[in-house]
């Protein structure tokens, strides 16, 4: 059955752990109360946790009216969608560059790039690595206020990390090498 909802990739933890599915996230259960409260905030975990190729975006910044107190020229909104900043992009790609709260504070003066990852909501996009890894650690969160079993806890966590791996492992296999030029072992000096 292909995962289409974020109830599916629930129950699909669920199952995994010998607990009954749920039909929503509404319903009057321990886990249905887990989902409510709990579900988007592991997603998000997961997500942040690696550039899964589905949850990448890019782009040009605002800049912000605030100006930094010291140690960076300019600020730059950060997109509200944002999970995490991968890179920069200006006219020196050795540009140091900090987030602080909602701002990028950098010394870009002209337009600010940004490559992130961010809060994809729609489960049909999600890769079957991500949705692997994201019902492992489910399972591992769960796994005790459901089963009441500490151990059971401990080995799904075990084996979340082993799954995340190899999910990361195959979601970053999916672009070309990047080609590193002359300039760049010269400047790297």
Sequence with gaps: ??????????????TLIGAKPILNFDEISKAGALARTTYDGIRDVVMEAHPWKFAMKRAALVKSATTPEFGFLSAWDVPPDTL????????????????EGNLVLCDIDTPCQARY??????VGSYSPGFIKALS???QAEWAEPITRNSTVQ????????????SSKANNGQEQSAPILGAEHWINSR
């Excluded at 995490?84 to 987030?99: S, V």
């Excluded at 401990?154 to 791996?165: A, G, H, I, M, P």
């Design 136 to 138: 492992q650690r489910i």
């Design 154 to 165: 401990k080995s799904q966590f075990d084996l979340s990390d082993r799954q995340s791996l």
């Design 84 to 99: 995490r900043i991968m890179e920069i992009e200006g006219t020196n790609p050795d540009l140091p560059w900090i987030r």
């Design 1 to 14: 059955m292909p995962i289409s909802s974020k109830v599916d990739i629930v129950n699909m933890a669920l």
């Design 117 to 122: 990852i961010f809060r994809n909501t729609a």
